[in-house]
């Protein structure tokens, strides 16, 4: 087996490790635990909200707001994580990149904010 | 943690920011521009953001002119740790682009008042998209020109959908992006591939490796370069819809607003054709055995396929869409010309020197012409049938006088602009001997003219049938349409008959030529 193979060795028995660990776990508890289901206990679960009607119901257009800007700075953190392990190389010149970055989303944000964006209509 | 920053040898990459300043203008510009329109909202509906706009394109050339002196003393300058050139050729599209910003905001004054939308986003994204497009027309390195193309085209497809009550923008700008998002992956898998065959993404790095002293290098993989040469020339030929990837053109241009469309054929267009030349000049110089048939076909399909189409369309945004890929064939032969590797000295200039000068003078009257489109359309944009012109020179004669000048320089009527920017073409494909292509250019461009008498008949013979009585009837006389937008007109008029007749400006065209011949 060559070295680049074997190397993913690792991921497969990592992913066999965890199915392990999570299968043996709830089947452990498929064994103990009492089984009295209900109406209420077999709904599947969704973020605290209850799954009535097809799947084509619509959602509020105000989440897509927030998810745009959620998007935005989750990006903004991709870019900073590389950068944090690199910062003691880049010293002042990757700092001060990293400001101007950050303040240039941040006008985004106050563009965003005085566009009334940020209020729960 | 400050005490170990401040030990820290800092070895930043050379920026050199006089030399960049007029990108760095148009993207701080539009940075500005959304910040002060945010905090303070009573701007956002006056003259303001026009004003802003057009003074930063004004103040972006000025840095041009200044930058244009400084090269021609030192010759090209590489910046940003030698991710973008700066030479004469450079900044005359840098020039061009900055011309396309300031008449297209004049045009968007008036067109959002009499839309009734209020906002600094339509300028901002302009701005945005030609700080994009200077960028893709310096880049040295494929990442850097990725980048460009892809902040010259994200600004453009939220631009084509922004008219919120027309549903056929919303189409435009859906179909722009969906298309426009399948060329950018072509144009990445031909980085990809050529980074496989060549090792390097840098333009330098990959004309160097496929040389050595007897020619092609066979370390080179030829066939996937010659795979990464038709996928980035794909991506390209999408940006300036060349034939076969002109579909979306016609729609597109139908559904957007009509100013964004003139910024869409001027300067999204003059970007594409620079960073396409900056490629294949620098990157792939020495294979342009192979690459330059592929230009060939490109222009003589949309040579044939622009001029043939048009007359069949009623639509004038489209009949224009339909002249725009027409036009994308012309300024093809002006790079093949260009790239003749016999005439270096010769037909190579000459080909450079007509490219150039068909950039500046198309993307004067194709603002120009969208403007007066602009001006006609009506409140929400919508009238652009033929119809709709019929009888104008009746109700507006000066407007119908100044789409004909325009009209008649992009048939390529003597005496204007589109004349001389056609007979350089021709002449520079006649010199580099490729007489099939220029013959072509011949007959498309008569053709072509039949599309543009067809307008202009329609708005100085037919009679206009009961126009007044209709309640969205064009106001007569010319205090009715915006100043600003009427402004932009009669600029590029002025300029376009001005290039046509006057013989100024050769030198520069002289001197950007050679800076263009010089990069292969």
Known sequence: MSAFLRDYLIVILFALLACGVVGGFIGLGAIFRPNRPTAGKVQNYESGVDPVGDGWSQSQIRYYIFALLFVMFDVEAVFIFPWATQLETFGYFGLVEMVIFIFILALGLVYAWRKGVLRWV | ?520
């Not at chain 2, 030698?82 to 020039?95: A, I, L, P």
């Not at chain 2, 068909?358 to 049938?385: E, K, N, P, Q």
């Open chain 2, 1 to 520: 943690m400050i005490e170990q920053l401040l030990q820290v040898q800092t070895d930043s990459p050379e920026v050199a920011w006089s030399l960049i300043a007029p990108l760095v203008t148009l993207a701080l510009g539009g940075i500005l521009l959304i910040t002060i329109s945010s905090l303070i909202p009573s701007l956002k509906d006056n003259w303001f953001p026009a004003a802003f706009t057009a003074g930063t394109a004004a103040a972006a050339m000025v840095f041009v002119v200044d930058i244009w002196d400084r090269v021609s003393s030192t010759g090209p300058e590489f910046v940003v740790a030698n991710s973008m050139s700066v030479d004469q050729y450079t900044v005359f599209v840098t020039g061009v682009i900055c011309i396309s910003v300031f008449l297209v905001s004049l045009l968007f004054h008036g067109y959002l008042q009499r839309e009734g939308f209020s906002g600094p986003e339509w300028y901002v994204l302009i701005l945005m998209s030609a700080s994009g497009g200077v960028l893709l027309a310096s880049a040295e390195d494929l990442i850097v020109t990725f980048i460009g193309l892809e902040i010259l085209s994200i600004a453009v497809y939220v631009l084509a959908s922004l008219h919120l009550r027309r549903g056929e923008s919303q189409e435009a700008g859906f179909k722009y992006f969906l298309l426009g998002a399948l060329s950018s992956a072509l144009f990445l898998y031909g980085i990809a591939l050529t980074y496989g065959a060549t090792g390097s993404t840098r333009l330098t790095g990959i004309s160097q490796s496929g040389l050595n002293e007897r020619g092609l290098s066979p370390a080179v993989d030829s066939s996937m370069i010659l795979v990464a040469m038709a996928l980035l020339m794909v991506g390209f030929a999408f940006k300036v819809s060349a034939v076969p990837f002109h579909l979306w053109t016609p729609d597109v241009y139908e559904g957007s607003p009509s100013p964004v469309v003139a910024f869409m054929a001027s300067a999204v267009k003059v970007a594409g054709f620079a960073g396409m030349l900056r490629v294949f000049f620098v990157g792939f110089g020495p294979y342009v055995e192979d690459w330059r048939p592929l230009l060939q076909g490109l222009a003589i399909a949309s040579l044939v396929v622009g001029s043939l189409l048009a007359i069949a369309q009623s639509n004038v945004k489209r009949m224009l869409a339909y002249s725009s890929i027409t036009h994308a064939g012309f300024i093809l032969i002006g790079i093949y010309a260009a790239a003749d590797p016999e005439s270096r000295s010769n037909g190579g200039v000459l080909g450079a020197e007509a490219f150039l000068f068909y950039l500046l003078a198309y993307t004067i009257m194709v603002a120009g012409t969208f403007g007066v489109i602009t001006l006609i359309g009506r409140r929400d944009d919508g009238r652009h049938s033929l119809d709709d012109y019929r009888g104008l020179f009746k109700s507006n004669p000066v407007l119908a006088v100044l789409m004909s000048a325009l009209l008649f320089a992009q048939a390529g009527i003597p005496f204007t602009s589109g004349f001389l920017a056609k007979f350089r073409v021709i002449a520079a494909a006649a010199q580099s001997e490729a007489y099939v292509l220029a013959g072509v250019a011949m007959l498309a461009s008569v053709v072509a003219a039949v599309l543009y008498l067809r307008i202009v008949v329609s708005m100085f013979l037919v009679d206009s049938p009961a126009e007044a009585d209709e309640p969205d009837a064009l106001p007569s006389g010319l205090s009715a349409f915006p100043l600003a937008g009427v402004t932009a007109v009669a600029i590029a008029v002025v300029a376009t008959i001005a290039l046509g007749v006057l013989p100024f400006g050769q030198e520069i065209l002289t001197d950007a030529a050679e800076a263009m011949s010089a990069m292969r």
